[in-house]
Nanobody, 119 residues
């Protein structure tokens, strides 16, 4: 059974850098054809794709967040990490790490972690 677990601070001040780590068990993040993704859901809004890191190690980002986003990985720990710089209250959301199978199937989700940006 594949499991994903997000970890990181839940409260940030504007202009700080958000850093979240996803620890994966039951699968390797280097397995071909999977893309290890970050998705968020702001309060009262729909899901927003942030980006992913492929099994190859290449990363891809949402154009609207690309300038502030970085996704990296530690294969020795089977973890991947999201960094989002210069956060504002608009970055307040529940953040999920998700496995994308192929191009369309998000098959395993973490439980989600609330991140609040407030002064």
């Amino acid at each position: 059974q594949v499991q994903l677990q997000e970890s990181g601070p839940g409260l940030l001040k504007p202009s700080q850098t958000l850093s979240l780590t996803c620890t994966v068990s039951g699968d390797s993040i280097t397995t071909n054809f999977y893309f290890w993704s970050w998705i968020r859901q702001p309060p009262g809004k729909g899901l927003e794709w942030i980006g992913y890191i492929a099994s190859s190690g290449n990363s891809y980002y949402s154009p609207s967040l690309k300038s502030r986003t970085s996704i990296s990985r530690d294969t020795s720990k089977n973890q991947f990490t999201l960094q989002l710089t210069s956060v504002t209250p608009e970055d307040t959301a529940v953040y999920y790490c998700v496995r994308l199978r192929g191009t369309t199937e998000y098959d395993y989700w973490g439980q989600g972690t609330q991140v609040t940006v407030s002064s």
